[in-house]
């Protein structure tokens, strides 16, 4: 026994030595490689900029290919490329090509490693080459969850319209994309995708109709509303007649002040009702607020729902705040609501005379 | 007589050798178990998407509740780095929970603030009456409600419920910052899964002494007191690696109320938190696995590794004390409330596990090891025992518990390395051999205390904290 307790004694210091020794030299290693990557960064950049004002042709920095370069490199360039356009983008691309990062970007879109299919796919993306769609797609079925998500998001990137069947197709199936970042890939392609994306409201998938709601309202898309105001009415599937209601708020159409009307009367989902009143505040107009005055009103409505109908009364400019005034004086359910808002408003008031009054005395 | 008191102590002996075998062993495993998804989350996280996260129109607004009770010496930096987080779209609830002190007053000079008319929904029940409401002249999305105290942080918090606006509500202790992009890391799973994912929490981390620049956390080092210290330690060990592995396993109870986020109609559902219990976070979350479980229905609660919150932990031995009596107390509560779920098949792996879990290590721990020891004393006086064995058990145990911080340790420097100073490391050795010996046994006192009042069931309160106040310390230049 005495030799057993003693073995685990040992054991157990041992096993503590080699994890703190692992921990330490991992610790020493990284280090080193920081100080490295910030040397051959500094050494690089006077290059790198040079070259991307268009001063200096393409940088040889290291006829010897070091890995360390390559890595500074891709940061730094991958860094960039979210923020430049034009010729300074396209020199960019042209200098991740001319060193083959593309290429092994590609090579590596089949490699073992999830963390590096993930990051080729970052990569692919940030060029923007509408020809590497193929790759891309290929990885938004992959086995890995975060490649799959990495896959989509660098498939917008690429402002391919193409891509919208298959990113949309990519919501369901056994290897999903969360409808998030599907949705965002989607708003990355551009108006442009608005075409493709119309036909799919009509689809049989609920999920495939309420992200193309989503993405058409995001893109303002006036030609959709008709379609969106009888998804709104009719659609079987709360969720799709959500993102339809908000999607005609954010297009703004006068057309949807009616569907919009009718699902913010009793019987709806709360959820229904609050995102057709947020969205006719959005709309504005004497129909829009003549609706959100007669919910407020008249009742019966949730605490929640009261709140965002006085709101949304509130952002709608004079004639919805005389109908907030007229409301507040009264005594019906929406009385504190209505009064709530308006002391918003004033305050909101009060602080644009005062900024007007501090530019007049400034002026 | 004497020989059966022999047989006794010989098997109680056995019985804490197993005990402890099992408690750490259990660690163990849920430090492993967590470790796949630590290394995960750190892979994924330079393709984590927070940029789209935070330009996606389709993100949801959060609500971020803060109870305040006496904090005039945080509030106003707390404040505005919530209001500085960097989100699409947030509201900021301050429930000043009948501050004595200058708490109200200061947000009011610091944000202009103006007396609202705004009607409170009576979504969750509330105790304490409201006294005013309160709104920034400047137009920031802030909010401050004026209540009396009703001695439960849940009231507070309920009534910020029920004035919040937005689907999601964030909870965060009013002494604590949250790193800048913390809101943003914990929303991804709702995000991700909007349907399924309930409730998700982020990592507490000690922030004592920490460099704080506007409300930001710029240079964590460890604590120089050892009372922190330890604590920080003991946060990274049992905290984060301990509830990353239950994560992992689907059996989370914990989302501690210094920083968790929830699906605002599922706290309402369930009725907000409950008023009576002192660990009103942990019941929650039981509260909503009991009703999910109960009723079938698919549902995530997720514990983030990365994304963290820094808060002011007790420097002194009696409010640390009483903290840690409050805890045991309130688990006593939370357990015996739920304890219909213990052993049933019908609620899974919380059920069949990570409740007997709870009732066999977390509750009845101290008293195990406390038992322990005047057990062992008796042995060796009886000489039923041997100096030599009772060496050697002591030394094992210990040397186990050890390697369980060395494992913590360990991995918190492949992964994270949030303390980059290399002494830091070397003092979160010492701290977690301090741990074992000493503070390990205070703890164990403490939390029978904890249970002592809870058999006892006399009134619990909260009691007061004291601040130190963040950046009240210049900051250290880093090594």
Known sequence: MGALLLAAVAGLALAQLALLATAVSVRLAQDLRQRRDREVAAAIRPVFAGYLLGDWPLPAVDPGRSPAVDRVLESLTLELLRKVRGGERSRLVGLLEARGLVDRARRRTRSWSAFRRAHAAELLGAVGDPRLLPDLLRLCRDRVPEVRVAAARAAGKLGNPQAVPLLVGSLSGPRPVPASVVTMALVHLGPSAATHLRPLLGSASAPHRAAAAQVLGVFGDLASTSQLAALVRQDPDDSVRLAAAVALGRIGSPAGVRPLGCALAAGHPDALRMAAAASLGRIGGSAAIRALRCCLAGGPLSHQVARVVAEALAQSGPEGEAALERIARGRGPGRPHAQAALAILRLSQERTRELRRLRERTA | ?479
């Open chain 2, 1 to 479: 007589m004497t020989r059966f008191l022999g047989e006794l102590v010989i098997w109680f002996n056995w019985f804490v050798l197993a005990y402890f075998l099992a408690l750490h062993t259990t660690y163990l495993l849920l430090i492993l178990a967590g470790t796949a998804d630590v290394v995960r989350e750190l892979r994924a996280r330079s393709f984590s998407g927070h940029d789209d996260i935070f330009a996606n129109p389709l993100t949801p607004p959060v609500s971020v509740v803060v109870p305040a009770h006496d904090e005039e010496a945080v509030i106003v930096e707390s404040v505005r780095a919530m209001l500085a987080l960097r989100y699409p779209e947030l509201e900021v609830i301050v429930v000043d929970d009948g501050s004595r002190d200058g708490t109200f007053e200061k947000l009011s000079r610091e944000f202009d603030l103006a007396e609202v008319k705004r009607p409170m929904s009576r979504e969750v029940p509330t105790l304490g009456t409201v006294r005013s409401v309160h709104a920034p002249r400047g137009g920031q999305p802030l909010l401050v409600v004026r209540k009396e105290c009703a001695g439960r942080r849940a009231d507070a918090l309920n009534v910020g419920i029920n004035y919040s606006r937005h689907p999601l509500i964030c909870m965060v202790d009013a002494d604590s910052l949250l790193d800048p992009e913390a809101l943003l890391e914990v929303v991804k799973p709702f995000v991700d899964e909007p349907q399924r994912t309930v409730a998700a929490g982020g990592t507490i981390r000690v922030a004592n002494e920490a460099a704080v620049d506007r409300g930001r956390v710029v240079g964590p080092r460890l604590p120089s007191r050892w009372l922190p210290r330890v604590q920080a330690v003991e946060y990274l060990r049992s905290f984060l690696h301990g509830r990353t592995g239950w994560s992992r396993l689907s059996g989370l109870l914990i989302i501690s109320g210094a920083f968790g986020v929830f699906r605002r109609d599922v706290l309402v559902e369930v009725g907000g938190l409950d008023l009576r219990c002192l660990a009103e976070d942990a019941e929650l979350v039981t509260r909503i696995h009991h009703r999910m479980r109960a009723q079938r229905r698919p549902y995530r609660v997720v514990f983030l590794a990365d994304p963290v919150c820094w808060t002011e932990v007790p420097t002194t031995r009696s409010v640390l004390g009483r903290q840690r009596q409050r805890w045991s107390r309130g688990l006593a509560e939370m357990l015996w409330k739920h304890r219909g779920m213990l052993l049933r098949p019908r609620y899974g792996l919380i059920g069949l596990v990570v409740l007997p879990y709870y009732w066999a290590f977390e509750l009845l721990g101290p008293v195990v090891e406390l038992l322990g020891l005047p057990v062992v004393a008796i042995a060796l006086s009886l000489g039923i025992l041997g100096l030599h064995y009772a060496f050697l058990f002591a030394l094992a145990s210990l040397g186990y518990a050890l390697f369980l911080s060395v494992c913590a340790l360990s991995l918190e420097e492949l992964t994270f390395r949030r303390y980059p100073r290399w002494q830091d490391l070397g003092w979160a050795l010492l701290a977690a051999v301090v741990e074992n010996c000493g503070y390990r046994q205070l703890h164990a006192w403490w939390r029978l205390k904890g249970l002592w009042a809870a058999l006892r069931g006399r009134a619990g309160s909260w009691g007061a904290m004291p601040r130190m106040g963040f950046g009240a310390l210049e900051p250290r230049p880093q090594s």
